[in-house]
């Protein structure tokens, strides 16, 4: 879309072009460059912080991109190609606040689902190794009776058919 307001100079489509981007809230501003650097079109939100929307770095990459942060602040640069000829750059000022808050709500989220699942797999887990170790422990204390009495003719009660109950056979 910016390719041919910039090689036409139509500095009022350029213009509704970047107005396009107040409906993305984390925008705070763009300017488009011609060729020769001059400033094409801007775009400034109204709301928000102020925000220095100039270029963050006269040379562009051989990539064509730029990107750089600065605190809560995101620059993009992109140069405006169109069959391998270059019409114009621009730049993108982006806040960083609704990613941040999107990262710690994930982590928040994050940290409660490990305890959930934690304390599930502990309850259960502990229901579990009461089953697996109560035989043994009964195993383990009618041996232990049978030692300090001496008395041969204490049985302890088979409870069930696996490896725990063979040991009473």
Same mark, same amino acid.
């Given at each position: 879309?910016?390719?041919?307001?910039?090689?036409? %100079?139509?500095?009022?489509?350029? &213009? $509704?072009? =970047?107005?396009?981007?107040?409906?993305?809230?984390?925008?705070?501003?763009?300017?488009?460059?011609?060729?020769?650097?001059? *400033?094409?079109?801007?775009?400034?939100? %109204?709301?928000?912080?102020?925000?220095?929307?100039?270029?963050?770095?006269?040379?562009?990459? %051989?990539?064509?991109?730029?990107?750089? &942060?600065?605190?809560?602040?995101?620059?993009?640069?992109?140069?405006?190609?169109?069959?391998?000829?270059?019409?114009?750059?621009?730049?993108? *000022?982006?806040?960083? $606040?609704? *990613? #941040?808050?999107?990262?710690?709500? =994930?982590?928040?989220?994050?940290?409660?689902?490990?305890?959930? *699942?934690? #304390?599930?797999?502990?309850?259960?887990?502990? $229901?579990?190794?009461?089953?697996?170790?109560?035989?043994?422990?009964?195993?383990?204390? &009618?041996?232990?009776?049978?030692?300090?009495?001496?008395?041969? #003719?204490?049985?302890?009660?088979?409870?069930?058919?696996?490896?725990?109950?063979?040991?009473?056979?």
């Amino acid at each position: 879309n910016s390719t041919v307001a910039i090689a036409f %100079e139509d500095k009022t489509q350029a &213009t $509704r072009i =970047l107005s396009s981007l107040e409906s993305i809230p984390e925008v705070s501003g763009a300017v488009i460059y011609d060729r020769r650097r001059e *400033v094409i079109a801007t775009y400034k939100r %109204e709301s928000g912080p102020k925000v220095n929307i100039d270029i963050p770095d006269p040379h562009m990459p %051989e990539t064509g991109f730029y990107k750089k &942060t600065e605190g809560d602040r995101l620059y993009i640069g992109s140069l405006i190609r169109h069959q391998d000829k270059h019409y114009g750059t621009l730049f993108i *000022v982006a806040t960083t $606040r609704y *990613v #941040s808050e999107q990262i710690y709500s =994930l982590i928040l989220y994050s940290v409660i689902l490990l305890f959930i *699942v934690s #304390s599930i797999a502990g309850f259960f887990g502990n $229901r579990l190794s009461r089953r697996l170790t109560a035989p043994v422990e009964q195993l383990s204390r &009618t041996a232990a009776r049978i030692s300090s009495e001496g008395d041969y #003719s204490i049985r302890v009660e088979k409870t069930g058919g696996d490896e725990i109950g063979a040991l009473y056979d």
